[in-house]
């Protein structure tokens, strides 16, 4: 009973040793990681086409939930890029941005992803996850890299367009690049780069002025707070509101509205594809940025739990004003490398942007959109990594077709198309490799009781005896395909007496595979040539004595295949 | 050049050795299986909502064709009855029965049909077929033998009813039962228990009488034929025609006609699907019945070539007033077993149903539909054969559950619907095996090299060293599970220093697995474990030499199990 409470709160664990040391070091974190989120927060509420205090909002409650459901210490759950994108391009499809209908639709779409989040977790399906495969999702990222940064630079010129692929987008921002407004311009590019700058040469500096490591890395990760303030003084000071450029403009006061996701069956069924896509996505970023960090501290993170704490987020922010969140890599970094000792830090970060939102919004009525795009663009830019296609060319052509597939459609179609043709396509390629599988034909290695490939090493071989070693599990995609492989290998050699399956790499025999080994039984029966295994392993041997195989085999089944070779090669006619 | 000719024209083959012998051999076949198709094309045809000659007409111009492109010397190709039921499943959702629109739709299916088994030739794409599984196949012939039954009923009760799927076909049967005309019953009834007679004692007594098995079992197969002649007399002597009982009427009296199907696009797209499954399950049928034929007598069938035999069939279906045809199982085996030695006997038997054509039809005016319906009901029940649900169940519940959904769901909502989700269940299920795969620790077994599993076999350990044998293929599915595997087996025993892989079951590794390597790799070395493998395939080790693992290892690649053993047991710190 204890025990369960403990799986499902987590927090029990943690809280019951909680003292004042790590009381400090969680403060500490939090008042980093607050700052920090601001800025991030109202940025990633403009991607996903939100007012601003959205990302706010999301960032408050999901955080507590977090922290009393979640197994990561370090995790901080909040909007993130790439999800906000996958939101802004699912829920542009059912409303108009700006519109009530909009900001209704979010709350739906994180009311689904956290209901979906928290059915994985209790049913255990954490696993399923495992089918986006590397290749995918690093390609995935990539593009979204590509496209988020694209759909910014709209606010970096100050100009309306729209778009959710990479052509619609480039297209609608050159049909309106006869609005730009240079004003914007020039404050777009300086922030772009001044934070361009700080990212890439201010550590470096202040650590050879002497700044301590871990301060030079909070100075510099505050770069996207002096850009804000920065550029917002300047619009006040300059009255450029009224010169074009765009404003944040009005915030409302207060705490985090209660709000209720609507249960309309269109809205649901039309939102229900991109929920379980961004579950699904949001919970493989959350769930490798928080084993990244777990490693570090020799901890280990519960994917099936973490689905809960996931799902119990974005159902808080589904009541809350908020749109779809999950832990997120920037913000995860920061919150452990400020040293945060348990999720205790979250709730502090929590705390301090309740406070924010109901003392700074009126403080960010001037801060341009060009600022809030400009962090985006520097956010986005350093999650575009193209190496991953030199990687994957250079390991496996079929990686590589993935990898480049997915890059390809998400540009070009969009992420709902990319993301599921990826991992249709890592599918099926999966099972077409399985379904032509290799078979070598092995002989002893002298001087050992070890067989090898007689292609690929010098071994003894004996002109009666064939083994052959399947190297593949056999079942309904490859059963028939053994059965002509034995077929042709029996029928080309005429002094063939007897075949031997090595069997130490099957690991399944399904029922149509054997419904063929009967088959190829009967034939070889036919042909006065026997049919043994060897190396079956104990599960696969379990479910052929269910069968009539052990019965009518004409050979036998050996344990090892020296114990074959040695049976068949002196007994042998 | 020749060989290629050769290849796709397998007519050249067996056409040059052509004698006398042969000749007289395939003539008698020819006749034998020519009056046995006469009531089962117009059965077939009947079944598929099409007028009676189309049966006729769907068997000489593709029969013909087989015989030129085919490589089984014994299959017959025609209208058989599960394509038959797809057939009118698929175009009764784009026509209504008896119109002209519903004809163009049958030929537009069989040329749509044909081009896609053309093609799939060309590409060589035979292998798809095998994701039918053998469970997958036994529900969906189960299935629509009750299926195909069930529609019958209703002309052996004398009333109209419609529907595609048991419920609907029950349904209407019921609500039309006051219609129920009783000679139509009586005709329906005596055929049909005429016909199982035939097929169930007739062969017994004459083998008992001392006729020739050979001549017993042709004599059963005109049961057909006889209930055919005795109901069209009884009909023309009474004249029940006008008594209420639906005969097959005036069928026009020629040659098949030239034909074309239909290229509009609607048309198309709305079949286009449909052909693919009657493609596929077509050409699987055929290649089943063509291989159990061919290994009787030794003889070999090339898949690919199958393909385009079969399209051509089709093709040729499609333009002489047809509908999409493959080999069937019954007919196959009447000629079989009459002897017919070359594809010529099925050239001879569509120049006697050409004649039937011309000559014939005149005389099946008075044939009652109670009568066809009597033949299609004692066929397809032959085809049901609930014991695969017990079979399986007693080998494996994966396949259960593949059988048991296929027949639940192709009786429920139709045949598309059946076969497409045994498909992709059958996939899945793979899918989610292999994405948990099964891991054993190994230790030597005494006195040989030869390693198995700790919890099934007495085997000599050592406590510095893990051996696990990991049963299946490295993919990004199952890459994360074998990261928490390995940590937690290495956490809980703090004396190891040594683990070793044992790759004699691991297939492939592709770019996914390979991270999760290097991931584990450097997490053993932090823990001060060093990573090692063994009995790594030729393919695999390929693979890994073109990644940094080799280099990065801090442990070693081990030929045998067997020198890892040696290697780190005696020199293990």
């Known amino acids: 009973m204890i025990e369960n409470l403990r799986r499902y709160f987590p927090v029990l664990d943690w809280g019951r040793t909680y003292d004042r040391s790590a009381f400090s070091d969680d403060m500490i974190a939090a008042v980093i990681v607050t700052i920090m989120l601001i800025p991030q927060s109202l940025a990633y509420a403009l991607l996903a086409g939100l007012p601003p205090e959205a990302g706010i909002y999301a960032s408050i409650a999901p955080i507590v939930l977090y922290a009393i459901f979640g197994t990561s210490r370090a995790l901080a759950v909040g909007p993130v890029a790439v999800v906000s994108l996958l939101t802004a391009s699912a829920i542009g499809q059912v409303a ?122 909070i100075l510099t990760k505050t770069g996207p707070v002096v850009a804000v303030v920065a550029t917002t003084l300047a619009v006040w000071a300059f009255d450029l509101g009224g010169k074009g450029v765009k404003i944040v403009g009005e915030v409302p006061q ?194 050992t009781q070890h067989f090898r490939n007689i292609r690929r090493h010098k071994v003894d071989t004996d002109p009666t005896l064939v083994t052959l070693r399947v190297d593949e599990s056999l079942y309904f995609a490859n059963a028939r395909f053994l059965e002509d492989l034995i077929q042709k290998r029996v029928t080309t050699g005429c002094s063939v007496r007897n075949v031997v399956l090595m069997f130490s790499a099957v690991n399944e025999v399904d029922y149509s595979a054997l419904e063929s080994l009967e088959a190829i039984n009967h034939r070889l029966k036919d042909m006065d040539v026997r049919l043994h295994f060897s190396e079956v392993k104990g599960p696969v041997m379990d479910r052929l004595k269910r069968s009539h195989l052990p019965d009518d085999l004409n050979g036998r089944f050996f344990l090892s295949q020296y114990d074959a070779w040695a049976a068949l090669i002196t007994k042998g006619r």
């Not at 619609?168 to 001044?194: Q, R, Y």
């Not at 939102?271 to 901890?299: C, D, N, W």
């Not at 249709?424 to 390629?429: P, T």
């Open 96 to 217: 108009e941005q700006g519109t009530a209908g909009y900001a209704v639709a979010a709350l739906t779409l994180a009311f689904l992803s956290g209901g979906l989040l928290v059915l994985m977790g209790v049913f255990r399906l954490g696993f399923l996850a495992n089918f986006l495969s590397h290749p995918v999702i690093a390609g995935f990222i990539t593009a979204s890299g590509i496209l988020i940064a694209t759909s910014q630079v709209k606010h970096i010129l100050g100009v309306s367009a729209h778009g959710h692929t990479l052509p619609e987008m480039l297209g609608s921002i050159f049909s309106h690049l006869s609005e730009i407004n240079w004003i914007t311009v020039v404050i777009g590019v300086t922030a772009t780069g001044f934070l361009f700058w700080v990212r890439k040469n201010l550590k470096p500096a202040l650590l050879r002025m002497g700044t301590p490591a871990l301060l030079a890395d």
């Open 254 to 447: 207060g705490l985090p509205p209660l709000t209720l996701p609507s249960v309309s069956p269109d809205l649901v069924s039309a939102l229900l594809v991109p929920a379980i896509l961004i579950s699904v996505i949001g919970f493989v970023e959350s769930v490798s940025v928080a084993q990244t960090l777990a490693a570090k501290k020799r901890q280990r993170i519960d994917p099936d739990q973490e689905l809960i704490g996931l799902g119990a987020a974005n159902l808080g922010a589904a009541f809350t004003g908020g749109y779809p969140v999950t832990g997120g890599f920037a913000r995860s970094v920061v919150n452990f490398d400020a040293g945060a000792a348990t999720p205790a830090a979250g709730a502090f970060t929590a705390i301090g942007l309740a406070f924010a939102s109901i003392a700074l919004t009126p403080l960010v009525y001037y801060l341009p959109n060009a600022t809030l795009a400009a962090t985006i663009i520097v956010a986005v830019l350093s999650l575009v990594d193209l190496s991953i296609l030199k990687k994957t060319w250079g390991y496996a052509r079929r990686d590589f077709a993935a990898v480049a597939a997915t890059i390809f459609l998400t540009l070009g179609f969009g992420v709902e198309i990319g993301v599921a043709s990826g991992v249709a396509l890592s599918i099926l390629l999966h099972l077409y490799k399985s379904a032509r599988p290799h078979v070598a034909e092995v002989g002893l290695v002298p001087g």
